[in-house]
C-alpha cells in the first residue's frame, strides 16, 4: 500500500507561481514512478507531468516549458513547480502512483488562478 498526500495549492494571480508537493508514504520502490495529474470540474483527468524511464521530465503539452518536476528521494516527496499560471490551469491536481497493476491516488490539491 502507498499512501499520498498532495499540498501547496491555493488560489494565484494569472503570471503566478506556485509549488506542489506530493509526499509518499507505504510501500514505496521508487518515487519516479508518480506522476501529476488534473481534473477541471467538466473535464477528463489530464495528464500533467511524470517521470520517463531515465529519471526525466515528461510533460503535457499544455504545460511544457511552464511547469517543471522534481523529486526528493531522501523525503519520498515529488514537486511540481509551476509558473507562467494561467486561468486555463485551474484545477485539482492530484498525484499517482502506478507500478505493475497497482495504482494509488491522492486526495488532490485545489489550484486556482484567477484575478
Known amino acids: 500500500q502507498v499512501q499520498l498526500v498532495e499540498s501547496g495549492g491555493g488560489l494565484v494571480q494569472p503570471g503566478g507561481s506556485l509549488r506542489l508537493s506530493c509526499a509518499a508514504s507505504g510501500s514505496i520502490i521508487s518515487i519516479n514512478v508518480i506522476a501529476w495529474y488534473r481534473q477541471a470540474p467538466g473535464k477528463q483527468r489530464e495528464f500533467v507531468a511524470g517521470?520517463?524511464?531515465?529519471?526525466?521530465?515528461n510533460y503535457g503539452d499544455s504545460v511544457k516549458g511552464r511547469f517543471t518536476l522534481s523529486s526528493d528521494n531522501a523525503k519520498n516527496t515529488v514537486y511540481l513547480q509551476m509558473n507562467s499560471l494561467k486561468p486555463e490551469d485551474t484545477a485539482v491536481y492530484l498525484c499517482n502512483y502506478a507500478r505493475a497493476s497497482y495504482s494509488s491516488w491522492g486526495q488532490g490539491t485545489q489550484v486556482t488562478v484567477s484575478s
Open positions: 517521470f520517463t524511464s531515465g529519471g526525466r521530465g
